[in-house]
């Protein structure tokens, strides 16, 4: 099949490279001039572990273009994807200003009848609303599909490919038995919906997700006052095939780009139709509220934050990603800085991400995991990244006049802090000292 994907973000560069290793032709469109010369230049724009060898080999069998060009891109598609941001407005509300001018830019270009996959998270209505644009531009046939997606930054490569499920929402039989065929070779099953049902089925299953997260969260603060240790909790917990045992790792609460935003909308989208969504509103507030342990315990531990030195494991949202957006780590880092703390950072991949944020003459921007460590009073892990996981406890210990580890994600075993001798604060069971 031909294709041509509009957005080359996470979503739409991730589901291109992969629809072009399926066997379809691929024409990846962004406005970015920039991303589409990195591109070109046989880059990638995003850290995405096992992008850039599919990229290449699409590329090389001449199956995956890259363009700012949509008409090029349009020419001759039988499907055309739009997979371009829908940032939240100052309200919480999805900013819908990208994918309507991409649809108006559609509708002037196409030809001859095109199927529309609209993969952007959208409200719900947004498909028909999207529809009626379209038809003000053109008289040319065309049919909208919603196909949500599901992929996680940092494993988005494998997860496009091993999808749980394919959502497909729409109105003509002919548009979803395409978007049926592009599908099948992925195997997996599929739900044909109505198009405000498919667009609803994204929403809950991230505001689900994010539900579970500051469920087990508040568990976790319950747990630190009680006495009784989470990671057991989670564990027993979780093998109830009702519960599941994913999502269940209590730490400083979620970031990204998706359930910071999503949750937002729907609360939005509730709101609207005269709903008070009051257990997502409070799904929210929890996760606000979760980034300050790492405070909490910081304070506990030193006394007075004045003129301490803290070292920052970890600035990504999540290991396996240079993606900072919402990061827990820019309201800790901002509330130590605040509080007259010299701060020294490090991650492996997302540094200058964050550095294009924030940048304040108290902050050393570190050489790696032990720099950081260097004269600093206590160390905060807030990214689970498999460098930190893998720190020798024993050698870490020696590195600091007093060894004082506080950690956002539970990364470390009882055993490991006890035979180093750390001063250790988890989440969610008593501290180690
Ligand atoms: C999320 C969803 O998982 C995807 O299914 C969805 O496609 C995507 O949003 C989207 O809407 O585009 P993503 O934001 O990449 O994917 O990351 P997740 O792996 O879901 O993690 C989100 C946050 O939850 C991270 O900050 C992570 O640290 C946190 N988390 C996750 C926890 O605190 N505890 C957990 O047990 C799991």
Not at 7 to 18: D, E, K, P
Not at 269 to 274: F, K, P, T, V
Not at 406 to 432: C, E, L, M
């Amino acid at each position: 099949m031909k294709i041509t994907v509009i957005g080359t973000g996470y979503v739409g560069l991730v589901s291109g490279v992969c629809y072009a290793e399926l066997g379809n032709e691929v024409v990846c469109v962004d406005k970015d001039a920039h991303k589409i010369k990195v591109l070109e230049n046989g880059g990638i724009p995003i850290y995405e572990p096992g992008l850039q060898q599919l990229v290449d080999r699409n590329v090389q069998q001449e199956r995956l273009y890259f363009t700012t060009d949509l008409k090029r891109g349009i020419k001759d598609s039988e499907i055309v994807i739009i997979a371009v941001g829908t940032p939240p407005l100052p309200n919480g509300e999805a900013d819908l200003r990208y994918i309507e001018f991409a649809a108006r830019e559609i509708a002037a270009l196409i030809e001859n009848y095109t199927v529309i996959a609209i993969k952007s998270t959208v409200p719900v209505g947004t498909n028909n609303r999207i529809k009626q644009v379209m038809k003000e531009v053109t008289e040319v046939e065309f049919d909208i599909v919603s196909v949500p997606e599901f992929l996680r930054e940092g494993s988005a490569v494998n997860d496009t490919f091993n999808p749980d499920r394919i959502i497909i929402g729409g109105e003509s039989q002919n548009a979803i038995d395409r978007i049926v065929e592009l599908h099948k070779p992925l195997n997996a099953p599929f739900v044909i919906t109505e198009l405000r049902s498919a667009e609803m089925i994204k929403y809950a299953s991230n505001a689900f997700l994010a539900t579970k997260i500051s469920f087990i969260n508040e568990i976790a603060n319950i747990c630190e006052r009680l006495g009784a240790d989470i990671r057991e909790v989670s564990r027993g917990m979780g093998l109830d095939k009702r519960i599941g045992k994913d999502f269940l790792n209590a730490g400083i609460g979620y970031g990204g780009s998706c359930f910071p935003k999503d949750t937002k909308a729907l609360i939005q989208l509730a709101g609207n139709a005269d709903y008070d969504f009051k257990l997502l509103k409070s799904v929210v507030e929890v996760n606000q509220m979760q980034r300050m342990g790492v405070i909490r315990k910081l304070k506990y531990a030193l006394g007075e934050l004045k003129g301490k030195t803290i070292a920052i494991w970890g600035l990504a949202f999540k290991p396996g990603t240079d993606d900072v957006r919402e990061s827990p780590a820019f309201e800790i880092t901002n509330y130590l800085l605040k509080s007259g703390c010299m701060l020294r950072l490090y991650d492996p991949v997302a540094m200058g991400n964050f550095r294009s944020y924030v940048d304040h003459a108290n902050i050393f921007w570190a050489e790696n995991e032990w720099d950081a460590v260097a004269s600093s009073d206590a160390v905060c892990l807030l990214t689970e990244w498999d460098i930190f996981k893998q720190i020798d406890l024993k050698v870490f210990a020696k590195q600091m006049e007093e060894p004082i580890l506080i950690d956002g994600r539970n990364v470390f075993n009882v055993k490991q802090i006890k035979d180093a001798g750390v001063t250790y604060y988890p989440v969610g069971s008593s501290p180690i000292n």
